[in-house]
């Protein structure tokens, strides 16, 4: 019976991806150590190591579908780790006790890192394919919204006038960066570990470097310069990477919540029949998506926090800081799936009121463009003057509820020196948006 929302029936789709919990599945890391078992067995009956036939042998009896999953699971409490139970049973199958030259010259720590390693690629790539189609989806809207005016905001009031599409662009550079990021992590974080006991591969007269090489050939992993075992700076620079991932998706999530607020109302998730309904509130379009993001990219977080704690492993083999591990990388690889899947889903189908953005940079009545009306006058006044003018004048605008272009025609010190139609330029959002456009290119075409 499953009892996290990971694992949950009805939870579990909505918290994380499929495809992902199949990755760190008991039955897929029990897939990574017989993979790791068979290429050590092949190169090392290449290598002349062990003899051609047990190498043989104990390849063929690498097999997911002969483990007995009762053992398994009792003699890992027994010994409290997996491994030697996996070994054991592939041993055990192995004709004339070829099977005792399985898992030769390895340690525990070996085959549980590469499997790990492995799990992760599978898991890393995962990540690529959403944080792509993210982008794509970024990309789109940033293109499509270009030159759609909608409000600025900053400490949560009306700022400038800028363009949903360079809202969009913004995050898609730094899910851009992200990719990058990912691109340069690889080479560092996609390497296998075979040491033995305490790294040295005492345990092979010889040999030792060229099975070490051969086998991360064989698994497509970077071979290690040196022994990993309680150097985990790799596996904490996976969730670190997660982490701030997860920091963009929130970012989108926080501003597709505040801007589905009634008073606000410019985007919207995705339309579905009784989508983020209230129990007792029939009008209400709740941002669920976004809720689900918040809480997996925040619990993630954490995670990344303990992966870092993992690092503080004592001497050669540690003890404690290494399982922290075995509990947190799952979890942040299968949290932030469920984010990924929340985010694509948002921005793909996410509803966009042009008119309604329009209509509340229009709410101040104009005071929003007193910055443009500032630096306007600045030429004939002086910016510092203009400044104190335009601040007192968009004062009296509040106070006597008037558009502030009324009150600057109306005002001596301004009208002498620019016309109606000047002030009505200055106060039109759609020429004071800057160089959006412009860099909302420079976005695009840098994906290209």
């Not at 990924?340 to 042009?354: N, R």
Request: with cysteine; hydrophobic share 45%.
């Amino acid at each position: 019976m499953a009892s996290t929302i990971i694992d949950s029936r009805i939870f579990g789709d909505m918290f994380s991806d499929a495809r992902m919990r199949e990755v760190w599945s008991d039955e897929n890391r029990t897939a990574k150590y017989l993979d790791i078992e068979r290429a050590l067995a092949k190169v090392q009956g290449e290598l002349g190591i062990i003899p051609k036939e047990a190498a043989d042998e104990v390849v063929r009896n690498c097999n997911l579908s002969q483990i007995d999953w009762a053992k398994l699971k009792a003699k890992t409490e027994q010994i409290g780790y997996p491994i030697i139970a996996v070994v054991n049973q592939i041993n055990a199958n192995c004709r004339d006790k070829l099977g005792e030259y399985c898992h030769w010259g390895a340690t525990t720590q070996d085959i549980t890192d590469t499997a790990a390693v492995l799990q992760m690629r599978e898991g890393l790539a995962l990540v690529e394919q959403d944080l792509d189609e993210i982008g794509d989806a970024l990309a789109s809207l940033a293109r499509k919204y270009r030159d759609t005016p909608v409000i600025g905001r900053s400490n949560l009031q009306q700022a400038t006038p800028i363009t949903f599409g360079y809202k969009m662009a913004s995050i898609l550079a730094g899910i851009d960066r992200h990719r990058d990021r990912l691109q340069q992590l690889k080479p560092r974080v996609l390497m296998g570990e075979f040491g033995g006991a305490s790294g040295t591969l005492s345990s092979l007269e010889k040999g030792a470097m060229e099975t070490q090489a051969g086998l991360m050939k064989e698994l497509g992993l970077a071979q290690p310069l040196i022994s990993w075992h309680t150097v985990r700076d790799t596996i904490a620079e996976v969730g670190a990477f997660l982490g701030l991932v997860g920091g963009s998706l929130g970012k989108i999530a926080m501003d597709v919540k505040l801007m589905m607020q009634t008073e606000v109302a410019e985007v919207f998730e995705p339309f579905a029949p009784g989508r983020g309904s209230s129990s007792t509130m029939p009008q209400k379009r709740n941002p669920i998506s976004c809720l689900y993001i918040h809480a997996n990219i925040s619990v993630a977080r954490q995670h990344a926090a303990a992966l870092m704690d993992a690092m503080v492993a004592d001497h050669e083999r540690s003890t404690g800081p290494w399982e922290i591990e075995w509990v947190s990388l799952p979890e942040i690889f299968c949290l932030m799936s469920g984010a990924l899947k929340q985010t694509k889903f948002i921005l793909k189908g996410l509803e966009v009121d042009a008119t309604r953005m329009r209509a509340n940079i229009d709410i101040t009545n104009g005071l929003v463009m007193s910055e443009a009306v500032m630096m306007g006058l600045g030429p004939y006044i002086g910016r510092e003057y203009a400044h104190d003018l335009v601040y007192d004048l968009c004062r009296q605008a509040l106070a006597d509820n008037q558009p502030l272009i009324e009150i600057l025609v109306a005002h001596p010190e301004v009208n002498k020196h620019v016309t109606r139609a000047q002030l009505e330029a200055m106060c039109d959002p759609a020429n004071n948006i800057g160089q959006a456009g412009v860099m909302v290119d420079r976005v695009l075409a840098a994906r290209s």
